[in-house]
């Protein structure tokens, strides 16, 4: 029993340590298991212009860093509505497209502050769920949507500079 207060003390030492450790990585804030994402971002991002319009949306693919030159949120013929929390003076924002290649649970991992939209045909799809972390930027936030295989519309608003990270990655975690 005298040795109570020493494994006390060691449990409560390795406490803080792994605290410490914890704060130490601002990215290991995410309520998942980032690390397919924190992989895609440690590679070299390939340069993608954004569009004020849909039509003329830029395609992406699953697995690839992409470094966004955004438009003024301004000027975007927005397919939907923009979130009154997006809407601020000097916001930047644009689209661009996805070919999902099957229909599955896929994240969509933004370095920066913003919001995200994604769009099937006319339907707007809504995400299942997301998580960031303060102070990471490599990513900064994670949206989970379920897609169906096809033509994706991402819109997104909300930034506040003109340029974004962006990768989206399938999401085999969960069902």
Known sequence: MRDFPVKLAVLSACSLFAGVASAQDPCGGFKWDADRERTVFATAAHPLAAVSKAES???????????????????????????????????????????????????????????????????????????????????HKIVVFVLPAGEILLQLSGIAQPHLRLSVTADTSAP
């Open 57 to 139: 949306a830029q395609p992406l693919t699953v697995g690839t860093l992409y470094e966004l030159s955004l438009v003024p949120q301004s000027s975007l013929s927005a397919k939907e509505p923009i979130g009154a929390k997006s809407r601020f003076e000097g916001a930047f924002g644009g689209f661009v497209r996805l070919h999902a290649p099957a229909a599955g649970r896929y994240r969509i991992a933004l370095g920066d502050s913003g919001w995200i939209d994604a769009l099937s045909g006319e339907a707007t799809l809504h995400s299942s769920d997301f998580s960031g972390a303060q102070g990471c930027h490599a990513p």
